[in-house]
């Protein structure tokens, strides 16, 4: 373990949930280098819920859900001792109750895996006569240095805005338009996350969906892939746009760890007309409340297969019905179907998601297999059959596959 705790004072649980297994160090994830950070083994996915309110925390963790991030108005101590009950790491600011726990010791504070900065501080922000410009940069880095100085053991996390996946987003007032500042603002953080709800939006990326997987390639860009990135998903109306569908939600989910997110966080607020409506909109929502379990319960099963190493050009993909070299794929290098290659275990997987709003049908090649193989679809009652590591499928609009291939 990362730290020495009392003896009866955490379950065994607790402590795994908060600091990750004995494997975390063995894994050697981004992550692993926090003494007091999120859970780091090769064997767990983090997947968070945004701003919760603390006694919801066992209802989260049995849809799967293993860490806040942010809490309202907090952290304070009634919120942190409710989190420690329901075994409930969080990422939270670090305010003056944090600092002072931090001075003292206290045990508490072991419920706290990381420090949050202000959410979307690339965006135009609110003042007394309008919108002034966004935080700069070099303001993000000085708040994080100076947390650092407080407690070094506990990565800092920022959640940056759509202009992440969208240059022309006018939410960044002066700033739209100038995706180089981003490369400025992961200096501020340990760990990156950005968020954009295409099935929500009322402007010009509604429906883009292929928007979610981009701003993940591009974050990893800007950080030279040297830093976790994490993403937010909407799993609820939202603003009233429109509701993300469950097809949507497993595509968004797989084309994020597709281009290399290490981490998802979902959204499950609901506003109208500007009015804040529910914070927890997944509780009355059977069918997508179903999806998220189902996707969540799905990568934590895949944990060992998603942070294995990538096959790096192992395969070809061919699209032989479809749209393939469309304006998204020239200006924006999103291909029409997306794909990952891993093997863990002796097993081949590739996972793919058909990004755009239409049908399609693929040809995949893997290399180095030879003679007929069985071809599993995760979580589908159905098999394919490749020759010499070719075989075909078709896809609806974003639909998404993985697909397993025992090779030894």
Do not use: C
């Not at 981009?214 to 974050?219: A, D, H």
């Not at 379990?293 to 395969?315: F, K, M, S």
């Not at 290399?367 to 075909?392: H, K, Q, Y």
């Amino acid at each position: 373990m990362h730290f020495t705790a009392r003896p009866g004072l955490y379950s065994l649980a607790l402590l795994i949930v908060l600091v990750g297994s004995l494997s975390a160090a063995e894994a050697e994830t981004p992550l692993a280098k926090w003494e007091n950070g999120p859970a780091a083994g090769d064997d767990h996915f983090t997947i968070g819920v945004w701003l919760q309110d603390p006694a919801n925390a066992q209802r989260y963790r049995d849809l799967g859900v293993n860490l806040y991030i942010g809490l309202w108005q907090g952290p304070t101590r009634a919120q942190l001792e409710a989190l420690r009950e329901a075994e409930m790491p969080v990422i939270a600011r670090q305010n003056d109750l944090a600092r002072t726990m931090l001075e003292e010791e206290d045990e508490l504070l072991q419920v706290i895996v990381g420090w949050k900065h202000q959410d979307e501080p690339d965006n135009a922000q609110r003042q007394d006569d309008g919108w002034g410009p966004p935080v700069p940069p070099e303001q993000i880095s000085r708040i994080r240095d100076k947390w650092h100085e407080h407690d070094g053991t506990r990565p800092v996390y920022l959640n940056l805005g759509q202009g992440v996946a969208w240059d022309g987003w006018i939410g960044r007032g002066e700033r739209t338009g100038k995706p180089e500042d981003y490369s400025e603002y992961q200096k501020g953080a340990d760990i990156l996350s950005f968020d954009i709800y295409p099935a929500a939006s009322t402007r010009a990326t509604r429906g883009e969906h292929w928007r979610v997987g981009y701003g993940v390639k591009r974050l990893r860009a800007w950080t030279d892939d040297d830093k976790p990135v994490w993403n937010i998903l909407e799993a609820s109306r939202i603003s009233g746009a429109g509701k993300v569908t469950p097809q949507e939600m497993r595509a968004q989910v797989w084309m994020s760890i597709i281009y290399g997110s290490t981490g998802i966080t979902w959204f499950v607020h609901e506003f109208e007309d500007g009015r804040y409506v529910t914070d927890r909109a997944i509780f009355d929502d059977d069918e997508l409340r179903l999806v998220m379990r189902q996707l969540n319960a799905r990568l934590q099963e895949l944990a060992p297969v998603i942070h294995g190493p990538t096959v790096e050009d192992g395969h070809t993909v061919e699209l032989t019905e479809g749209e393939g070299d469309d304006r998204i794929k020239r200006d924006y290098g999103i291909a029409p179907v997306a794909t990952m290659q891993k093997r863990h275990e002796g097993a081949v997987y590739l996972f793919a998601v058909r990004m755009r709003d239409a049908t399609a049908e693929a040809r995949f090649t893997i290399d180095g297999l030879e003679g007929g193989d069985e071809v599993a679809i995760i979580g589908e009652d159905r098999t394919l059959r490749s020759r010499d590591g070719t075989f075909s499928d078709k896809f609806e609009a974003w639909d998404s596959r993985i697909y397993r291939i025992e090779s030894e």
